[in-house]
């Protein structure tokens, strides 16, 4: 079971930790959202939680809480730019479908 990072999304996340000046990693995470169902939460975290998983990857932590990792394992996030627009994007084997505008999935 793991969720991976590509270098792309790690270089982006490590800046973001060294800007903010504190922070163990990036937790990934799901929530019941959106007219799909799912939908990926993303934060800082500055303090495990026992149950935590953590993945290390580019010399980034990705922490992941064991109920997101059901709907999250296997799952790759890359950091892309196209055009003026840039932000990660996830690939989720898991994936059943999908809202038609991206914010939200199903499993």
């Not at 937790?27 to 026992?50: K, N």
Request: proline share 3%; with cysteine.
């Amino acid at each position: 079971m793991a969720v991976t990072l590509t270098e792309t999304a790690a270089k982006h996340v490590a800046s973001q930790l060294a800007s903010r000046g504190k922070g163990v990693g990036i937790r990934i995470g799901v929530t019941t959202t959106g007219c799909s169902g799912m939908a990926y939460v993303l934060e800082f975290v500055d303090e495990l939680a026992p149950a935590d998983q953590v993945f290390a990857h580019h010399g980034v932590s990705v922490v992941v809480d064991p109920k997101s990792l059901l709907y999250i394992d296997g799952t790759e996030m890359d950091f892309v730019k196209t055009g003026v627009n840039e932000g990660f994007e996830f690939r989720n084997p898991n994936i059943k479908g999908e809202c038609g505008c991206g914010e939200s999935f199903t499993v």
